[in-house]
């Protein structure tokens, strides 16, 4: 329910008169109880829908999508389906940068932007769903952006894109407490990134870099404090926002407090800190990503030591509590030097926020770097695990006992992460095998199913070999 992205295709299909839109949540424990799934609103079995539309934001979330159709008691793959189940589709930043893994299952799946997406696709649909489901399939294979995998196009998969993001609001339309950010009306600031950093899916999946209007960012959250005090502002690098300092004295004026889910670190000011602060923030993420300067240039991150160590400082003067320091380990070209160096980094940067007698804490997330379709670092492998689990042990014992936190991500899920992001469409058959969402069960059904894991997350493939997801237009591979 914190996702902005369903709330917006949940606003969008209940404000037109010819859609209805429920939500249903993937309740596992319930589920093994015997208890079908039941959408929120009506509470009704999905098997009774004419749409399911499933929204894939990290490829982990393939695991759900076989055992939500299997518990609802539909088909899971596609060519199993008729006219008497529901139609099902899948959107996302997943479809749109790599379908393949899951096109077995779906009957169309979306590349871009839902708002450029669902009008051309909401006619189509009402026309035919109550008709023989190959003519619908081929009438939506016609629409550009949709794959349909029972009849693909000859043509590249164009990714759709909304031109004017004022066009369509989007900020939270349900508000609940049953959820992480419970008390914060989100709005939604820009989409796309202009940095283009190498390893990174939303520059290649959602640029260009779009911004809403500051009269629009105003207006919504105005309306937003009728329900809530706080107004979460949403976006990957909010504080790009051409009239951000605006954006934030508005806010305040109205009495709003301020909650932003990014922050680039060479688009802060003192006067951005300082007003964070006052509006009741009480954490701050930056993204050095790598701790030297040369892995920093081969990614293309775009900013220097001195502008990460300043960030640090005003962060460390505006007396925020937490300060969340992101880096990636396993990128292409790491040595060991370059993990020394987000040590001495972290050292430094703890030693700059103690010379204000700082009372700023200093957690290190760390996460191994995972090739995403699309990006520039397509091809390129991820880390052996047992390099990335030592790098994550040096970490932790040249830091953890200087009063520094590391959280890491697991190695083992980083390479599952990758397979799907880079893997075709034999891997439906194995998340088809899968019943449970474990390290064991995906071993099991990769191995029953002869999937060389290893070629899809850790080889380096060369220039002329032909990517999975060719079908997408060559601007987004
Ligand atoms: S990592 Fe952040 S700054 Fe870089 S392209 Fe992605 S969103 Fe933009």
């Not at 026309?127 to 399939?137: A, F, M, N, V, Y």
């Not at 164009?158 to 009306?185: A, C, F, G, I, W």
């Not at 700082?358 to 492998?381: S, Y």
């Not at 042990?393 to 953890?400: D, M």
């Amino acid at each position: 329910m914190s996702n902005l992205g369903l709330q917006a295709i949940y606003g969008f299909l209940n404000t037109r008169e010819d859609s209805v839109c429920e939500r249903v949540f993937w309740d596992k424990e319930n589920s093994e109880k015997g208890a079908l799934p039941l959408s929120v609103e009506s509470q009704r079995p999905l098997a009774d829908f004419a749409v399911l539309a499933f929204s894939l934001n990290y490829e982990i979330d393939f695991f759900n999508i076989v055992s939500i159709l299997k518990a609802s008691g539909i088909p899971h793959y596609s060519e199993q389906r008729d006219e008497t189940q529901p139609l099902i589709i899948a959107g996302g930043p997943c479809t749109t940068a790599n379908p393949l893994p899951v096109a077995p299952f779906f009957d169309c799946l979306c590349s871009g932007e839902a708002e450029a997406l669902l009008p051309a696709i909401l006619p189509v649909i009402g026309e035919g769903i109550s008709g023989k489901r190959d003519d619908l399939l081929k009438e939506l294979a016609k629409i550009p952006g949709i794959f349909v995998p029972r009849f693909p196009s000859a043509k590249p998969l164009v990714r759709q894109k909304m031109k004017n993001l004022d066009d369509y609001p989007v900020h939270s339309v349900v508000l609940t407490q049953d959820t992480e950010l419970s008390d914060l009306y989100l709005v939604e600031v820009e989409r796309g990134c202009a940095h283009n950093c190498r390893f990174c899916m939303v520059s290649s999946a959602f640029s260009p870099m779009r911004f809403h209007s500051l009269d629009s960012l105003v207006k919504q959250s105005e309306n937003g404090l009728k329900f809530r005090k706080r107004i979460g502002l949403v976006g990957p690098a909010v504080t790009d926002h051409p009239q951000i300092e605006e954006l934030f004295r508005s806010l305040l004026k109205m009495g709003s407090q301020i909650s932003i889910s990014s922050l680039r670190l060479t688009s802060l000011t003192p006067e951005i800190m300082h007003m964070l602060v006052q509006g009741g923030m009480r954490s701050v993420a930056l993204a050095p990503e790598a701790g030297s300067e040369r892995l920093r240039q081969t990614i293309n991150k775009g900013i220097s030591e001195a502008q990460i160590l300043e960030a640090i400082r005003m962060t460390g003067n505006a007396g925020m509590q937490q300060l969340k320091l992101y880096f990636m380990i396993g990128l292409p070209g790491e040595t060991d030097d370059d993990i020394q160096a987000i040590v001495d980094l972290a050292l430094t940067g703890k030693k700059i926020i103690e010379s204000k007698r700082g009372k700023t804490r200093l957690t290190l997330n760390i996460a191994p770097f995972v090739p995403k379709a699309g990006t520039a670092f397509q091809r390129l492998p991820m880390a052996p695990l047992d390099v990335l689990q030592n790098r994550i042990a040096v970490l932790k014992n040249r830091l953890s006992g200087q009063g520094i936190k590391i959280n890491n991500e697991s190695p083992q899920w980083s390479e599952v992460q990758a397979v799907l992001s880079r893997g075709d469409s034999r891997l439906a058959k194995a998340l088809a095998d899968i019943e449970k969402e474990s390290l064991p069960d995906w071993r099991k059904a990769v191995e029953n199913h002869q999937i060389n894991t290893d070629f899809f997350a850790h080889q380096e493939w060369p220039p002329d070999f032909n990517l999975p997801w060719s079908i997408m237009e060559p601007s987004s591979r």
